[in-house]
């Protein structure tokens, strides 16, 4: 097997390695999405994210984290 893809945060302007969620965590991960998908869709004006995606969370210095789950509203 190759190893896991390397994942990195900007924490306060610094690039942080993170490691990759190991299986339990991923399943519980999982669970959380589907119940919050359950709840949102097509009743509140929101979109959910997976870990996939990044959020700039403050600026200069800047934070990008990528959460597990995540729900924005519209």
Do not use: N, Q
């Not at 959380?32 to 004006?45: A, K, S, T, W, Y």
């Amino acid at each position: 097997l190759d190893a896991a893809p390397e994942r990195f945060e900007l924490i306060e302007g610094v690039i942080v390695e993170v490691s990759p969620s190991k299986r339990k965590h991923s399943v519980y991960a999982s669970r959380i999405h589907g119940r919050l998908f359950m709840h949102v869709d097509g009743v509140i004006d929101a979109e959910l994210y997976i870990a996939d995606g990044g959020f700039i969370v403050s600026r200069h210095p800047d934070t990008i984290l990528a959460p597990d789950v995540a729900r924005l509203l519209k």
